[in-house]
Structure formats: structure tokens, C-alpha cells
């Protein structure tokens, strides 16, 4: 189980990309680039059903929106640290395009209710 205040970030480590598996090369970028004052806890996952839009990724974290992001490259793992942090800042997980790096503002490719939602 995640502990509060800390994103539960979830990598797709079986997405291939042109030059092999770049999957699982995002998630070890990440983890190379995560440091313990990054609030956000790595979670290698076997397919998150997403194989048309590239390396894919999902983070959530109690009483927020999750979200699944496609798209992605090894190279975006600092990107996708910094939208982490926001997220986790945020009141309810939501991050506006405008606010997410710029390589990330169309990566989110749906969001799903937290478990507490209600209308």
C-alpha cells in the first residue's frame, strides 16, 4: 500500500517502442531520477492495455482522480517526476494542460473517479 501524500506512479515495463523496450527503459530512467524528496512511489506493471499509444503510465493516489497517460519515451521521466509533483499537490489530482510540462500536455488519455467519489 502507498502511504498518504505519496502518487502511486505505475509504468508499463512491457511497451515496446522503435528501439526495443522502452518501457521498461522509462521506468529505470525514473527510478535513476527519482530521489526521496520525490513524492511518488514507482510500480512496474506488466501492461496497462494501451499498446497503440506507446509507453504508457497510471498514477493515482487516495482521494484523487487517477489518470492513465500514453505516449511516453524514456526521455520524458523528468517530465513525468515534475507532473507527479504536481499532482500530488494538487487538492483533487487534477492538472491542467497548461500546467503539466509541455511534453506531457496531451499525454492523458483518461481519467478515472477516486473510490470515495460522489456527483
Known amino acids: 500500500m502507498t502511504p498518504p501524500g505519496i502518487a502511486r506512479l505505475s509504468i508499463c515495463v512491457t511497451c515496446?517502442?522503435?528501439?526495443?523496450?522502452?518501457?521498461?527503459?522509462?521506468?529505470?530512467?525514473?527510478?535513476a531520477r527519482r530521489d526521496a524528496a520525490t513524492p511518488v512511489r514507482l510500480h512496474p506493471v506488466s501492461c496497462l492495455a494501451n499498446c497503440a499509444?506507446?509507453?504508457s503510465a497510471a498514477i493515482?493516489?487516495?482521494?484523487?482522480?487517477?489518470?492513465?497517460l500514453?505516449?511516453?519515451?524514456?526521455?520524458?521521466?523528468?517530465?513525468?517526476?515534475?507532473?507527479?509533483?504536481?499532482?500530488?499537490?494538487?487538492?483533487?489530482?487534477?492538472?491542467?494542460p497548461s500546467r503539466r510540462p509541455p511534453s506531457l500536455a496531451e499525454s492523458v488519455l483518461g481519467r478515472f473517479p477516486p473510490e470515495d467519489f460522489s456527483p
Request: aromatic share 10%.
Open 16 to 31: 515496446a517502442g522503435a528501439a526495443g523496450n522502452a518501457g521498461q527503459r522509462l521506468f529505470e530512467a525514473l527510478a
Open 53 to 55: 499509444r506507446g509507453c
Open 60 to 68: 493515482g493516489m487516495a482521494g484523487k482522480w487517477r489518470y492513465l
Open 70 to 96: 500514453g505516449g511516453l519515451a524514456p526521455d520524458h521521466a523528468g517530465d513525468l517526476l515534475t507532473y507527479a509533483a504536481l499532482y500530488v499537490a494538487s487538492a483533487r489530482g487534477v492538472v491542467l
